[in-house]
C-alpha cells in the first residue's frame, strides 16, 4: 500500500484509516505476513467458510477502534491526535506476533506467547520508524496513563473481541455469534479514566457476552477443532523430536531452524526474530504434505489424518479421564490399528480446554448508571451468563 487507501471489508464495507503511518506499517512485510497466518486455526475442518486472516481481522479491528475514538471524542472525551494514532497502531499490531495457525500452535514452535512476540516486533518496527511507535508500545503494555486507551484493545469489552466475534460468525456461518458492535461502539463513555458502557446499552452487552459463550463452546472448541488442531500439534511436536535427534531432515530452513531450538530467547532473540517473520501457515502444511510418505510412520499417519481430514475421534467429557476409560480406548486402537506400545505412547492425545463467558474479579466491564454512578455487569447479569470456569477434557484417539 502506497498512501492513503480505501479497503473493502466485507463486514464493514469501505473503510480506511486516518494517518499516514498507519498505511505505511500496513505495507511492511513484518505486517504483511498475517496474510498468511489463519484466524481460526484448522476450524475450517468444521466450517469450511473459516479461512479468513490475521491481516483482515487486524484491520477490522483497527476500523471499530477508530470508531470508537470518534465516538468518545464526540462525548467531548480528550484525545489527542497523537494518542489516536497510538491506540490506532497499537490495536493494528495486537497480533502481529501469532505464529502458523494463530492458537493451534502457541508456544509449540516457540515457548512465548504471542502477546510477547508481538511487542518484540512492534519494538523492532518503532526502531525502523524513528520511534513513532512509542506511544503505541505504552499504551499496548498497559504503561500510559490514560488507562481508558488500553481497554479498547485490551479489556473484556475490548474491539479486538468486537471484531473476532463479529468476523468469525460471518466466515463460519455461526449466526449465534453476531452482536451489536455499532450499538455498544455508540453507548461507550469514560468515567474516571475508565472505559464505561452507558446503561441503554445493558442488553446489547449480555448479548455480546452470551454471543461470545457461544462461539467458543459451538465454534473455537468444537470437538473436531480440538481434533484437529490436536493432530496439528502433536504433529509438529513429533518434528521437533525427530529434528533433535537427527532422524529427518527438514527440507524448510525456517522451519528446521527454529524447530532445533538453538536459536533462543536470549542470547540470540534478535536472529530468532528473523526466522520466525518468515514462518507461516503454508510453511508448515507444506511439510505436512511432505510428510504423506514419511519414512516415520506416525509422522506420516498424522500427515495423512491432516491432510484427507481423516480425524481421530474423541472422547469429550466435564470429568477428566480415568484410567479404566483410557485403558480400554488404547486397548482398543491397539486392536483395530495394530499400533505398537510405542506409536501408542505418541499417538493418543489427552488434555483440557477452558473458557470462561465472563470473569467478574478482573477488569469488569462497568455501567453508566442514569445517575451517574458506575456499577460492574455482573450485577445486571442473570444466572445463565454468570461466571464460572467451563472445563472439558479430551482425549484424541485414531479410529
Known amino acids: 500500500m502506497s498512501g492513503r487507501k480505501i479497503i473493502n471489508d466485507p463486514i464493514y464495507g469501505l473503510i480506511s484509516f486516518p494517518f499516514d503511518l498507519i498505511y505505511t506499517i500496513i505495507d511492511d512485510p513484518i505486517f504483511q505476513r498475517l496474510r498468511r497466518i489463519s484466524q481460526m486455526g484448522l476450524s475450517n475442518y468444521v466450517y469450511p467458510g473459516a479461512t479468513h486472516s490475521r491481516f483482515a481481522h487486524a484491520l477490522g479491528a483497527l476500523h471499530l477502534t477508530c470508531t470508537a475514538v470518534q465516538t468518545l471524542r464526540a462525548k467531548e472525551i480528550k484525545i489527542t491526535d497523537d494518542e489516536y494514532l497510538g491506540v490506532c497502531l497499537a490495536i493494528l499490531l495486537h497480533d502481529i506476533g501469532h505464529g502458523p495457525f494463530s492458537h493451534a500452535l502457541e508456544q509449540v514452535i516457540i515457548d512465548l506467547h504471542h502477546e510477547q512476540l508481538s511487542l518484540a516486533l512492534m519494538r523492532r518496527l518503532n526502531q525502523k520508524h524513528n ?4 506511544l503505541a508500545i505504552s499504551i499496548f503494555e498497559g504503561k500510559y496513563h490514560k488507562k481508558f486507551l488500553t481497554q479498547l484493545i485490551s479489556s473484556q469489552l475490548d474491539m479486538d473481541r468486537m471484531d473476532y466475534l463479529t468476523r468469525d460468525s460471518y466466515y463460519s456461518g455461526v449466526a449465534e455469534g453476531v452482536i451489536g458492535y455499532k450499538r455498544i461502539i455508540s453507548m461507550l463513555n469514560v468515567v474516571d479514566d ?13 448479548k455480546f457476552l452470551v454471543a461470545r459463550h457461544i462461539m467458543y463452546w459451538q465454534v473455537y ?12 500439534k502433536k504433529f509438529v511436536q513429533r518434528l521437533i523430536k525427530l529434528n533433535h535427534s537427527g532422524a529427518l531432515s527438514l527440507k524448510n530452513d525456517v522451519l528446521r531452524q527454529l524447530l532445533s531450538k538453538t536459536l533462543n530467547i536470549g542470547s540470540n532473540f534478535d536472529s530468532l526474530l528473523d526466522c520466525f517473520i518468515k514462518l507461516d501457515d503454508i510453511d508448515v502444511f507444506s511439510t505436512v504434505k511432505d510428510s504423506l510418505t514419511s519414512a516415520d510412520l506416525i509422522l506420516q499417519y498424522l500427515a495423512k489424518g491432516l491432510i484427507h481430514r481423516r480425524l481421530f475421534g474423541v472422547v469429550l467429557q466435564n470429568s477428566p479421564i480415568g484410567s479404566d476409560l483410557y485403558g480400554k480406548v488404547r486397548q482398543n486402537v491397539k486392536i483395530v490399528n495394530g499400533f505398537s506400545d ?19 474479579g478482573h ?7 442514569k445517575d451517574g454512578e458506575i ?6 447479569l442473570n444466572a445463565l451468563i454468570n461466571i464460572k470456569d467451563i472445563t472439558k477434557h479430551y482425549l484424541c484417539y485414531p479410529k
Open 194 to 206: 475508565q472505559l464505561v458502557v452507558e446503561e441503554k446499552g445493558i442488553f446489547s452487552i449480555e
Open 375 to 380: 456499577e460492574g455487569v455482573s450485577a445486571y
Open 221 to 232: 472448541l468444537h470437538k473436531n477443532s480440538i481434533v484437529a488442531e490436536q493432530m496439528l
Open 131 to 134: 520511534g513513532q511507535l512509542d
Open 363 to 369: 477488569n469488569e466491564i462497568m455501567i453508566l448508571k
Open 342 to 360: 510405542e506409536i501408542l505412547d505418541e499417538i493418543l492425545i489427552q488434555g483440557q480446554e477452558t473458557n470462561k463467558t465472563y470473569d467478574s
